[in-house]
């Protein structure tokens, strides 16, 4: 069974810019989950998916967003890109809410110049 | 909101050695997820353990539910088991993670 797959798995890109990011979670999972991880501020909650709606949201300004499609499939956007967004973005995947177990794709690192 | 530590931050051992790894949270959580990250940043699932004692080969873990702590055994290390480790507590449809624990195991 395919694990969480995560793409681009690297990223540059120029302040003011916008970012897309995607995550195909493992077959029959229905949450998708968004963290940023920063060497300063650790591994963050992000935003959460399930059947298309978003469940519960981090504390990011409004330029983080996502969405979910109806194959499960996650995307997350990142416009007006900062130097601070530069961060290692991690997706999850569960069967149920996002506070069940998760299995984590291999992660997009974002550098932002 | 819940805190999630970890301690202690930083351990060195020589290859052979035991250590305990440790996760305290602030308050009741659904369940308890342990991690490895590995060079490349992927979180690898070692145990999803909301209470009680499982084991894997020579890591095992515990969780104390009703004293809101966690731990991480490591016997025998190996070079290979090096990397930061990650606690995460799951409330309120999220994870909430420590801040990790830098193992370097020393041949």
């Known amino acids: 069974k395919a694990g969480v797959t995560q793409t681009p798995r690297y990223l540059i890109k120029t302040r003011g810019q916008q970012v897309t990011l995607s995550c195909s979670p493992i077959?029959?999972?229905?949450?998708v989950s968004w963290y940023q991880q920063t060497p300063g501020q650790g591994l963050q909650f992000l935003f959460e998916?399930?059947?298309?709606?978003?469940?519960n949201k981090g504390n990011f300004p409004g330029r983080f967003s996502g969405r979910q499609f109806s194959n499960s499939r996650s995307e997350m956007n990142v416009s007006t890109l900062e130097l601070g967004d530069s961060a290692l973005y991690l997706c999850?995947?569960?069967?149920?809410?996002?506070?069940?177990?998760?299995?984590f794709g291999q992660g997009t690192r974002l550098t932002v110049v | 909101g819940i805190q999630v530590e970890q301690s202690p931050p930083d351990l060195i051992l020589q290859e052979g050695a035991n250590s305990t790894l440790r996760c305290n949270f602030s308050?009741?959580?659904?369940?308890l997820q342990w991690f490895h990250q590995n060079p490349w940043g992927q979180l690898i699932n070692l145990f999803y353990?909301?209470?009680g004692t499982k084991q894997n080969g020579r890591l095992s873990a515990t969780t104390v539910a009703t004293e809101r702590y966690s731990l991480l055994y490591i016997s025998s290390s190996q070079t290979t088991d090096s990397g930061v480790y990650f606690c995460?507590?799951?409330?309120?449809?999220?994870?909430?993670f420590g801040t990790g624990t830098l193992l370097a195991v020393q041949p």
């Open positions: 308050d009741s959580v659904n369940n």
């Open positions: 998916y399930f059947s298309e709606t978003q469940r």
């Open positions: 999850a995947s569960s069967v149920g809410p996002a506070d069940t177990e998760a299995f």
């Open positions: 077959s029959g999972h229905r949450s």
């Open positions: 995460a507590g799951g409330a309120t449809n999220k994870l909430i």
């Open positions: 353990i909301p209470s």
